[in-house]
């Protein structure tokens, strides 16, 4: 789990919605809702086709104040990115 989250720290489309994934169901780190969709959110803003088809799912199963939750998150990790990309401290 350590190199998939920080692959997915670096915003690499394809751990974002691993780890996303596994907070939805709990698998190698503690359940939690409003992160699976944060992590979700920000790999199918990045075009990732199983995060596009896998996010409308995940909205109808968790409640409606965690799923703004980890919309609000995504939101602030990607501007904290891109804040990070235009200092040119990102890692791709």
Known sequence: MKWCRKAADQNNAT???YL???YFTGKGVP???AEAVKWTTLAA???LALAKTFLPGIQKKVS???FTEGKKRAEEWL???NQSAARGEAKK
């Open 64 to 66: 409606k104040k965690n």
């Open 20 to 22: 996303g994934s596994c």
């Open 15 to 17: 751990a974002q919605f």
């Open 79 to 81: 501007q904290q990115w």
């Open 45 to 47: 803003s990045q075009n």
């Open 31 to 33: 359940k939690d809702e």
